[in-house]
């Protein structure tokens, strides 16, 4: 998925567990799809999903994995001649199985984004623009609908702490340290709408022409729009002439922007200034004992924000 190899969007290609081929039957062709997968820079070692154990083959760069019963829903799509791959949803149940909520998290933001990490060491370039792999929504209906398969609990519970329509590593990034709740290093805040529309009145000189804007994390009822500015979008989107009438154009239609750069964002206290600020605007009184560098909040954002170029 992470190297475009994943069709987006995927859902006119979808296969049932009965129109997959005949397994592997010996470690030859598990060996064919190894090198499949090679000029993909995708790591080992693969997860392969066998009909039963005694499908399963040996292999130092394969795990087989007997396929889960009563699957739901079509849940493969065919991505050459050798192999299907598992649709984001169900790839996430098996993500799910292991890590912590903050894995969960951040990989679910990723799926229901419009970016991707790279694949390995080899490719750490993100790539941004893309069709979303999935939405929480049907992760969440893909979840419950096949509620028997280990890792769907622990998914659940992470949804509810995910977004749509995250545009980078660092919108998820700050949506996760705002969001998650203290035990995990956030803040405990409500959950923004991401890149979310907002109709506004656009001036030009005398002319006034209806439009739209979007803004990076949106809290819609407290008329509240927080931008992560990042020197890399602008460099690849343009001046910051567009940025400065963007911001007008909401602020006139009486929304509150505040600016998150990459300084304020790296820097603990000034971050914490930008989370009170937030919660001010949001009604919410924060709890002096939320706040501060707890041994939580420290692993978070190294996990956040030392992985990532931030720039």
């Known amino acids: 998925m992470r190297t475009e190899a994943f069709p987006r969007p995927y859902e006119d290609m979808l296969l049932s567990t009965n129109d997959l081929d ?11 799809i190894e090198r499949a997968f090679s000029p993909l820079l995708v790591t080992p ?29 079509p849940s493969f799509v065919s991505i050459d001649d050798a192999c299907a791959c598992t649709i984001p949803e169900l790839t996430y149940l098996y993500i799910c199985q292991s890590g912590e909520l903050t894995d969960h998290v951040r990989c679910a933001m990723e799926l229901c984004g419009t970016y991707a990490l790279g694949p390995s060491e080899h490719d750490r370039i993100t790539r941004y623009n893309l069709a979303p792999l999935s939405t929480k929504a049907n992760i ?9 398969i280990r890792g769907s609990g622990k998914a659940l519970s992470a949804l509810r702490y995910v977004c749509d329509k995250s545009a980078s590593p660092m919108e998820t990034a700050l949506c996760m340290l705002l969001c998650l709740p203290p035990t995990s290093g956030g803040y405990g805040l409500p959950l923004p709408e991401l890149n979310a529309e907002l109709p506004v009145i656009k001036r030009l000189g005398s ?4 439009g739209v804007r979007y803004g990076d994390l949106v809290y819609r009822s407290a008329r509240l729009i927080i931008e992560y500015q990042s020197r890399l979008f602008h460099e690849y989107a343009g001046n910051s002439d567009e940025d400065e009438e963007r911001r007008d154009d909401l602020e006139m239609m009486g929304h509150h922007v505040m600016f998150v750069t990459p300084s304020r964002f790296k820097n603990f206290e000034r971050f914490e200034g930008i989370v009170q600020r937030i919660a001010h ?19 978070l954002r190294k996990k956040l924000l030392e992985t990532e170029l931030v720039y």
């Open 22 to 32: 005949d397994a592997a039957a010996h470690a030859r062709q598990v060996k064919e």
């Open 45 to 73: 070692p693969y997860c392969i999903l066998v009909p039963d154990k005694r499908s399963r083959r040996s292999s130092k760069n394969a795990i087989c994995r007997v396929l889960p019963e009563g699957i739901a829903t």
């Open 140 to 148: 969440r209906e893909y979840a419950q609908a096949n509620h028997g």
């Open 207 to 210: 002319k006034r022409v209806e």
């Open 281 to 299: 605007h949001l009604g919410i009184s924060l709890n002096s004992k939320m706040m501060g560098p707890t041994h939580e909040r420290l692993e």
